[in-house]
């Protein structure tokens, strides 16, 4: 799309109707739109029928899959579980946003983890999955195991002094988690994976919480990192390091560290140069106990204990499934077009206001005039689509300590979402420093390509003249260039850290915790439009286990940029309805255009008597609750998307209501959010509920019999059972 339009710019400014720029990728809308489609890939290939989700706690990312796999386990969601990490990111953009960070070690220094020596790191890439069971269910199966996981501990560094920096406090904390309430102790650990990526702040950070952390146990473990042979994989460094430890433990031999020679000693001098491996060191005592660290930008920190399989040992007592808790909402923020508070969100639900408008003049960037480019991608009158769309919004830069400078640069999902957080923990009342986890259902920002295709400027302009009749000198041709690199995504050379960091999703979650000082694992949640709903499962786990006082949930997506708009309306129509409904209605066909933010806060009911409370769920996913006597309204999905409003339909028919229920969908408000529909729905559930009403559809005819497969016996069967459309 970037391509087209430039195309038709250049053309018209160089006078030559023959210039072509060749297209950097071949159009497959369905793979531009793919945050959470590794884990749906590998779910669908392998006819897995259980929970799936991608997630991002940056460089933390493997062992925080792995702790959610586990939960799921500890609860009875699962028998098994796949937990894993990829990283395959496009290495352009990794080097130049290393290159910013100045995390590379320059090319006349080292790469040595744990040396004095070490100037910075090497990227690389890879993936690994395991297979997880309960230990009693391995061992009745007869399967093959590997290791036992003894403990995981999870931490945010909270408030420090940059976002980027790692803060030992939060890194010790996610070690005494990890041995905390668990059969296992620090003192039998012998030996410690470590993060270590070779930069000189980060392995510091990293020596001296660990010195300081095993001190107390009066033990010191043996030091080694994998990162030495294979790099950083990021998302998947975790990964690594867990094979490692379990191949070291079946063969009973700790690889060394490559090319160590002048090793860094903690400040307090408890561990040094002596506790690295430097050659290949035997490990065949009949107890192996290891530590595993994972440590990520915003300060996300995971410590895994492991342990090696001991059958007389280690056998397992058969334990039941850890009961789900009821869980309070607390605490609630929003911000939809139209709707910039709770007030305003519940007077467009209860007035049956809708807020679909032309296009505001700088959404698109301009991109909306290539009336060609809108044809292409389905638009037939050229023209871009009424929207609930959200031109801009204010943001307080000396609360959320972000310079003007920053802000420019700054991802607009990341500063939106960090509004919206702060303002649902701050009607929630929750108090600073608590341990409180902070999990935010997104999709990656589609706006991204602006930059990837900024890069590809270069190569294409080069092919396009080459190609043509044009004779340009040097100066010609940059200032070719670089009209149109600008023209496509305009920034200066000097680049700030936070414009690279807006595109890992991670962060968004990590400045809210930054923000509130909280010390509970932060991160994101991808699974398109049920990210939300993933989230709401990882915090009931969460909740259940004890292992955090409450939860942040927040829902964010600007899904009305011309790249979501565009690419979605590939796959399916937008409705263009002059007087639009829900999905259902007999006028309406496609989806409505709509983005924005929400954000819940939960606690345990039995821990939330005496906070203000909005509703209880009582059950959500993983939670089988019946239809019963009490339900009298559904919010329904009504995404626009034929195939999921039929099954939607269809589902609702298998199960009869004890009295009439009432249907209805906040998209005929303020369009379809996307990786934010979910939160969008439950806030406004919860305001009916706490208000006592239900609300009327707006412009609702009846049902299109089309759009759910001509069956007249759906509508009837609908009607019948009880179910009404108000």
């Not at 391509?3 to 809308?29: C, G, M, V, W, Y």
């Not at 035997?282 to 410590?303: C, D, E």
Request: proline share 4%.
């Amino acid at each position: 799309m970037y391509t087209d339009t430039l195309e038709r710019a250049t053309k018209k400014l160089l006078q030559d109707d023959d210039f072509h720029i060749p297209h950097s990728i071949q159009n497959t809308p369905d793979n531009k739109v793919l945050g959470c489609l590794p884990s749906q890939i590998v779910n669908d290939a392998l006819g897995l029928n259980g929970n799936h989700y991608a997630l991002d706690a940056a460089c933390a990312t493997s062992l925080y899959a792995i702790k959610l796999a586990c939960d799921e386990l500890l609860t009875g969601k699962a028998d098994m579980m796949l937990a894993g990490a990829v990283c395959a990111s496009d290495q352009l953009f990794i080097h130049i946003g290393f290159s910013i960070f100045h995390a590379y070690a320059p090319s006349d220094k080292k790469f040595i983890p744990l040396d004095k020596d070490s100037a910075g790191l090497v990227s690389s890439e890879g993936a690994s999955m395991v297979v997880l069971k309960k230990l009693e269910d391995a061992e009745r199966d007869g399967d093959r195991i590997l290791g036992v996981i003894g403990g995981i501990g999870l931490s945010n560094d909270g408030r420090g002094k940059f976002l980027l920096s790692p803060n030992p406090k939060g890194q010790k904390l996610a070690f005494q988690r990890a041995y905390e309430n668990n059969d296992i102790s620090p003192k039998d650990t012998t030996y410690l994976e470590c993060h270590a990526t070779g930069t000189p702040l980060g392995d510091m950070t990293e020596l001296n919480s660990t010195s300081e952390f095993f001190q107390q146990y009066g033990t010191k473990p043996l030091l080694g990192s994998v990162k030495s042979n294979l790099g950083h994989l990021l998302t998947a460094a975790g990964m690594t390091g867990l094979v490692k430890v379990l191949l070291a433990m079946r063969e009973e031999v700790i690889p060394p560290n490559i090319n160590l020679e002048n090793p860094l000693t903690a400040d307090n001098g408890w561990i040094g140069g002596q506790e690295m491996i430097t050659t290949m060191r035997a490990w065949n005592s009949p107890k192996k106990q290891a530590g595993i660290n994972s440590f990520g930008f915003g300060g996300t920190n995971a410590h895994m204990v492991v342990e090696n399989y001991v059958p007389e040992e280690n056998a397992a007592n058969a334990s039941a499934p850890v009961p789900l808790l009821d869980m309070s909402i607390i605490g609630m923020g929003v911000y939809f077009k139209g709707c910039t508070t709770l007030e305003e969100y519940y007077d467009t639900i209860y007035f049956g206001k809708q807020h679909f408008e032309d296009l505001p003049a700088t959404r698109w960037k301009g991109f909306e005039k290539n009336k060609a480019l809108l044809r292409r991608y389905g638009f037939e009158d050229g023209k871009a689509p009424k929207g609930a769309y959200i031109e801009d919004f204010e943001i307080d830069l000396f609360r959320y300590k972000i310079q003007p400078k920053e802000a420019l640069t700054l991802e607009a999902q990341q500063a939106l979402i960090l509004r919206v957080a702060d303002e649902a923990i701050q009607d929630a009342g929750l108090h600073q420093s608590a341990n409180v986890a902070v999990l935010i259902a997104m999709e990656p920002e589609l706006a991204i390509h602006h930059y990837l295709a900024r890069w590809d400027v270069n190569w294409q302009l080069d092919e396009a003249i080459l190609n043509s009749q044009l004779e340009m000198n040097e100066l010609q041709v940059n200032t070719l260039k670089q009209l149109c690199k600008n023209s496509i995504y305009a920034c200066d050379d000097s680049q700030t850290p936070s414009q690279h960091t807006s595109f890992v999703g991670n962060i968004m979650a990590s400045r809210i915790a930054a923000l509130w000082d909280f010390n509970g694992p932060a991160f994101t949640v991808s699974c398109g439009d049920n990210s939300f709903f993933k989230a709401l499962e990882i915090a009931q786990n969460m909740l259940s286990l004890g292992e955090v006082e409450a939860v942040v949930i927040g829902g964010v997506d600007l899904s009305g940029g011309m790249e979501s708009v565009l690419l979605r309306n590939q796959q399916q129509r937008v409705n263009q309805s002059p007087k639009p409904s829900i999905s259902y209605n007999k006028s309406d066909n496609g989806w409505l255009v709509g983005e924005g933010a929400g954000a819940i806060v939960l606690k345990p009911t039995e821990t939330a008597l005496e906070d203000k409370t909005y509703a209880v769920i009582e059950g959500c996913p993983g939670k089988d609750i019946p239809l019963h006597d009490e339900v009298s309204y559904i919010e329904l999905a009504a995404t626009g998307f034929e195939e999921n409003d039929r099954l939607e339909l269809h589902t609702l028919l298998q199960d009869a209501p004890q009295q009439a229920v009432a249907l209805g969908s906040v998209k005929a408000n303020i369009g379809h959010c996307f990786a934010a529909s979910g939160i969008a729905a439950l806030i406004k559930t919860v305001l009916c509920v706490y208000h006592r009403f239900i609300p009327g559809i707006p412009n609702w005819e009846g049902l299109d019999l089309e759009h759910i497969g001509s069956l007249e016996s759906t509508a009837k069967g609908l009607v019948e059972l009880g179910y009404y459309f108000p």
